[in-house]
């Protein structure tokens, strides 16, 4: 039964940094894509990063790139999202996802229709 599982979330002050962790479990993940999508209440989910597998290409959403970096560890079967300056409107419940899809480019990963595995999230709060 494949898992994801999302931590690190909590509260951090408005210009603080914060690292979220997603470990996966039940495939062998090493050649899927992952990606971080987020939901703020009210708001439809968005995308935040993906990294394809054995490429090693990253994208990143505009409202993130040069503030967050994603990771990933495949011996390990984990990504990691490195959140830094973090804002107000960064606040939302992070997910990790997992593709078993093949695309070249990690920019192909944008669309939460394109992931096959979820996990429960992991609630982040940015105070001003």
């Known amino acids: 039964q494949v898992q994801l599982v999302e931590s690190g979330g909590g509260l951090v002050q408005a210009g603080g940094s914060l690292r979220l962790s997603c470990a996966a479990s039940?495939?062998?993940?090493?050649?899927?894509?992952m990606g971080w999508f987020r939901q703020s209440p009210g708001k439809e989910r968005e995308f935040v990063a993906a990294?394809?597998?054995?490429?090693?290409?990253?994208y990143y959403a505009d409202q993130v790139k040069g503030r967050f970096t994603v990771s990933r560890d495949n011996a390990k079967n984990t990504i990691d999202l490195q959140m830094n300056s973090v804002k107000p409107e960064d606040t939302a419940v992070y997910y990790c996802?997992?593709?078993?899809?093949?695309?070249?480019?990690?920019?192909?990963?944008?669309?939460?229709?394109?992931?096959?595995?979820w996990g429960q999230g992991t609630q982040v709060t940015v105070s001003s």
């Open positions: 996802a997992d593709s078993v899809r093949y695309y070249s480019s990690a920019f192909r990963y944008r669309s939460g229709s394109d992931y096959d595995y």
């Open positions: 990294f394809t597998g054995s490429g090693g290409s990253t």
């Open positions: 039940g495939r062998t993940f090493s050649r899927d894509a």
